[in-house]
């Protein structure tokens, strides 16, 4: 790791909700299931050029699923592990810049999937994410299909 990517030791978070099987979430929803205030939400958008929420009518903020998760990211590279802003930053581009070595997809690399706890939940999970990406997948066919 490279230095002053740490100001101090890392300590432990308290754990936060599931996150809903909801499209959108609003700034107050998104604090809520991140375990942050919305003006650290709209202090990270500044900081972190990968948090990019939906912007409606207004300027509202409509913070999706993967936006979410990146939240937790940063929050736990903050908090939880102590790095300063450049240094998670600096951390999250590496994983964006891994991925697409790997594969040409500039997709984010979101390596903080909740920790199972036991080896018998961990079907369940998988299963549970399957079924929500299934219910994704037919909403975009439906959407296809209906502008064809």
């Excluded at 432990?12 to 700034?27: H, V």
């Excluded at 003006?39 to 993967?66: A, C, D, I, M, T």
């Excluded at 998760?69 to 600096?90: D, K, N, P």
């Excluded at 997709?107 to 399957?130: F, G, K, N, Y």
Aim: aromatic share 8%.
């Amino acid at each position: 790791m490279e230095q002053g990517s740490r100001s101090k030791p890392g300590k432990a978070l308290a754990a936060l909700p599931e996150i809903p099987e909801k499209q959108y979430f609003s700034i107050s929803e998104a604090a809520a299931l991140c375990g942050v205030k919305a003006h650290v939400l709209r202090y990270w958008e500044q900081e972190f050029p990968q948090l990019s929420p939906l912007k409606r009518r207004g300027n509202r903020r409509y913070y999706q699923k993967h936006d979410l998760l990146l939240v937790r990211q940063i929050r736990a590279l903050l908090y939880g592990e102590g790095f300063t802003i450049h240094g998670a930053r600096e951390r999250i581009g590496q994983h964006s810049r891994s991925r697409t070595e790997e594969d040409g997809d500039p997709q984010l690399l979101l390596d903080i999937e909740p920790q199972v706890e036991s080896q018998q939940a961990a079907p369940l999970h998988w299963q549970q994410r399957l079924q929500f990406l299934r219910r994704e997948l037919e909403a975009l066919r439906r959407l296809c299909v209906r502008r064809d």
